[in-house]
């Protein structure tokens, strides 16, 4: 079971941008894909994001043209550009990674858009 450890989290104005980061134990070369999930209070976990092994990615409708999810084969990480950040991006950001038997969560980090 890999462990995956988000970072990058924190308060940010509207408008602004955060840069979380996924940082998995092991090397992230067999996972089928990597994605970053989001949970907001009073509300279901959805999925922001997805990149899959061969770099394809594919992101909600929400965030489509403000973030951007890269993956560095190297160094083990997949990371979550936020840009133009509004108050409803508020939320438990979650680092998830999928093979085609499993399924692996980080613990989350709290992204907080107020003025």
């Known amino acids: 079971q890999v462990q995956l450890v988000e970072s990058g989290g924190g308060l940010v104005q509207p408008g602004g941008s955060l840069r979380l980061s996924c940082a998995a134990s092991?090397?992230?070369?067999?996972?089928?894909?990597m994605g970053w999930y989001r949970q907001a209070p009073g509300k279901q976990r959805e999925v922001v994001a997805v990149?899959?092994?061969?770099?394809?990615?594919n992101y909600a409708d929400s965030v489509k043209g403000r973030f951007t999810i890269s993956r560095d084969n190297a160094k083990n990480t997949v990371d979550l550009q936020m840009n133009s950040l509004k108050p409803e991006d508020t939320a438990v950001y979650y680092c998830?990674?999928?093979?085609?038997?499993?399924?692996?969560w980080g613990q989350g980090t709290q992204v907080t858009v107020s003025s």
């Open positions: 092991g090397s992230i070369r067999s996972f089928a894909a």
């Open positions: 998830n990674a999928r093979t085609s038997l499993t399924i692996d």
């Open positions: 990149i899959t092994s061969g770099d394809f990615t």
